[in-house]
Nanobody, 120 residues
Framework: QVHVVESGGGLVQAGGSLRLSCAAS????????MGWYRQAPGKQRELVAV???????NYADSVKGRFTISRNNARNMVYLQMNSLKPEDTAIYYC??????????????WGQGTQVTVSS
């Protein structure tokens, strides 16, 4: 019953910017954390950035100083502002919501992913 939906991906030239959005909806009692992951073809899915409901953040070393994660707890939304994009940032970006359900179980749900392509 919980749905996670990403948007904002697209094609951009190196050095450009994109802003990704993610919304979680359904029987969510409270959000514990939301984060962004990415996966390039033939590679493992990796964490890009995560933010807790309290505002603590963690970034992959490869994106520090370029990407900024933010959230709107009231709306169960998370954003990823991506600046100074590089071709190696090309991947499918997935949103993950870690939340407590109405039965008080800690649950994780994934979005369908949004493609980010950075041209050289």
């Amino acid at each position: 019953q919980v749905h996670v939906v990403e948007s904002g991906g697209g094609l951009v030239q190196a050095g450009g910017s994109l802003r990704l959005s993610c919304a979680a909806s359904g029987n969510i009692f409270s959000i514990n954390a939301m984060g962004w992951y990415r996966q390039a073809p033939g590679k493992q899915r990796e964490l890009v950035a995560v933010i807790t409901a309290g505002g603590s953040v963690n970034y992959a070393d490869s994106v520090k100083g370029r990407f900024t994660i933010s959230r709107n707890n009231a709306r169960n939304m998370v954003y990823l502002q991506m600046n100074s994009l590089k071709p190696e940032d090309t991947a499918i970006y997935y949103c993950n919501a870690d939340y407590y359900s109405d039965s008080y179980s800690l649950v994780g749900s994934w979005g369908q992913g949004t493609q980010v392509t950075v041209s050289s």
